[in-house]
Each structure stands twice: as structure tokens, then as C-alpha cells.
């Protein structure tokens, strides 16, 4: 039940990108994506529900495949603020009741 | 705008001892949910509160876990006679609505157990 996230870790330069995918084998109403740093609490970035609507960050983007059950965050031109790990929710239930994948931990060096 | 506010930050127990976490949601919001995370570890649902109701209570376990969310004040997370095991921290967050709206969270409540 829960998702998927690959890769689990990735370490990058400034200014490179990264794709970060989430998984689930149960049907989905919508993927909720947050980024957590070491001893703080999971920060909202994007939301994106059945049917295609998608509220968040502007310059973070991702896709959701409704019938893949799939989604992904695309992190472009990477800063140093942008490490952490970054978590998906799934909500299987349309309650808000988040099932979180394992994480992925992203590095961005200078 | 006041975010998602739980205290205590931290607090130690000891084995056998209760705790009792606090939580007040954001301004407007009446979902509340918590979620437990071990070090390393990603979060787990615990339990979906709307004033005065447990919406969903699956992850919470059977026994010394329970929660409320009065009419007035915060939810409350409560443990009873805890355990080593139960050190964690916990995160409560808020929503105004349902699976389509966003949630956030509060800056958790770090419990250890001694």
C-alpha cells in the first residue's frame, strides 16, 4: 500500500536537474509532494489531483498519471536550498489521509 | 497568519509515564491529522480528526493510544505508560478540507522515552 520512490538518494551540482518518481498500486484521487531537511517538518510543495488540477510552488512542476498511478517531481536548475528528502502522499480514500513513500534524500553540492 | 503551532517541541517521559502532545491547526482549518516518524524513517498515518469526531483512526495502535479534537482548544495526541519504542517524533497537520486541498504541517513534537 505503500508508494514507491525511486531513486532513493541522489546527489547533484547547482544548477543541474533531477527527476523524482512515486509509485502506487492502488488507484488514486490525488499526490500530495513535501521536502523535509534533518529535524524539521515536511514543508508543502505541490498538490496535483484526479482530473489535473495542480496547486503549488511555481517554480516546482511534476505530473500525475491517473491511470499509471504514477507521479513526478521535477526539480530544474537545483540550488543548495533545495536538499532534503523529499516525500510523496498518496490519498487512495479522497480523506486527506496521507500514505507516505520511504523518501528520497537529494544532496545538491556547490 | 499563524501556521500549524504544537507543543511541546520536545519532551521526555519516562518508561511508564504519559504524554501529552499538543496540537492547534491553522486558522480556518478543522481536518486534523497526525503522523508518527522514527529516525530514518518515513511518516505513518496515525489518526484524521474533524472537531469533535475521529474520522479515521487505523494507525493508531490498539492499546495506551488515543486522541481527541474538542469543540474548543487543540487536538490532543495522548500516550499512555509509555514505552522506548514509542520515542518519535510527531507531527500533527492541518487542512481545510479533504484529499483535494493542501496540508500542513506543525514543527512536531520530539518525545523520547527514558
Known amino acids: 500500500q505503500q508508494p514507491v520512490q525511486s531513486p532513493q538518494a541522489v546527489i547533484l551540482r547547482e544548477g543541474e536537474d533531477a527527476v523524482i518518481n512515486c509509485s502506487s498500486s492502488k488507484a488514486l484521487y490525488s499526490v500530495h509532494w513535501y521536502r523535509q531537511k534533518h529535524g524539521e517538518a515536511p514543508v508543502f510543495l505541490m498538490i496535483?489531483?484526479?482530473?489535473?488540477e495542480q496547486k503549488g510552488h511555481e517554480k516546482i512542476s511534476a505530473s500525475f498519471n491517473e491511470k499509471k498511478q504514477q507521479s513526478s517531481l521535477y526539480l530544474t536548475a537545483s540550488q543548495l536550498s533545495y536538499s532534503g528528502t523529499y516525500f510523496c502522499?498518496?490519498?487512495?480514500?479522497?480523506?486527506?489521509?496521507?500514505?507516505f513513500g520511504q523518501g528520497t534524500t537529494l544532496q545538491v553540492k556547490p | 497568519n499563524a501556521g500549524v503551532m504544537q507543543n511541546p517541541r520536545h519532551l521526555v517521559r519516562r518508561r511508564g509515564q504519559e504524554a501529552r502532545l499538543r496540537c492547534s491547526p491553522m486558522?480556518?482549518?478543522?481536518?486534523v491529522y497526525w503522523y508518527r516518524q522514527l529516525p530514518e524513517e518515513g511518516l505513518k498515518f496515525m489518526v484524521y480528526?474533524?472537531?469533535?469526531?475521529?474520522?479515521?483512526e487505523s494507525g493508531m495502535p490498539k492499546e495506551r493510544f488515543s486522541a481527541e479534537f474538542p469543540k474548543e482548544g487543540p487536538s490532543i495526541l495522548r500516550i499512555q505508560q509509555v514505552v522506548r519504542g514509542d520515542s518519535a517524533a510527531y507531527f500533527c497537520?492541518?487542512?481545510?478540507?479533504?484529499?483535494?486541498?493542501?496540508?500542513?504541517f506543525g514543527q512536531g513534537t520530539r518525545l523520547t522515552v527514558v
Open positions: 496535483l489531483l484526479k482530473g489535473g
Open positions: 497537520a492541518s487542512s481545510q478540507g479533504q484529499g483535494n486541498t493542501e496540508a500542513f
Open positions: 486558522k480556518g482549518h478543522s481536518h
Open positions: 502522499g498518496t490519498d487512495p480514500s479522497n480523506t486527506g489521509k496521507l500514505i
Open positions: 480528526l474533524q472537531k469533535e469526531n475521529i474520522i479515521d
